[in-house]
């Protein structure tokens, strides 16, 4: 695309009506890449903000995990607890 704008630039001489039209031209570029680049800003913001979600939900369920692991090893701890205690109320009254 630039190589032939270029060129369709080079046989014209300096001052030329259509000088106006190439200027507004490279506006138009201008502005459709900014456009472009805006586009593209948007949706960077958009998948970081769900990556940011993701990462939270991912949090909060390593922290569900986590809960439940330590309540299920108090509940493991208090059995081994419940059956020392039984163990040893046995051997006392058998003594």
């Known amino acids: 695309r630039q190589g032939s704008q270029g060129s369709a630039k080079m046989g014209r001489s300096l001052g030329s009506p259509l000088d106006g039209h190439a200027a507004l031209k490279d506006l138009g570029r201008?502005?459709?890449?900014?456009?472009?680049?805006?586009?593209?800003?948007?949706?960077?913001?958009?998948?970081?903000?769900?990556?940011?979600?993701?990462?939270?939900?991912?949090?909060n369920q390593r922290a569900r995990e986590q809960v439940k692991h330590e309540f299920v090893m108090r509940n493991v701890a208090k059995q081994i607890d419940e059956q020392r205690e039984y163990l040893a109320s046995q051997a006392s009254k058998r003594h």
């Open 30 to 59: 201008i502005v459709s890449e900014m456009s472009n680049m805006k586009a593209m800003m948007r949706e960077m913001a958009r998948s970081a903000r769900l990556k940011q979600q993701e990462d939270i939900i991912a949090r």
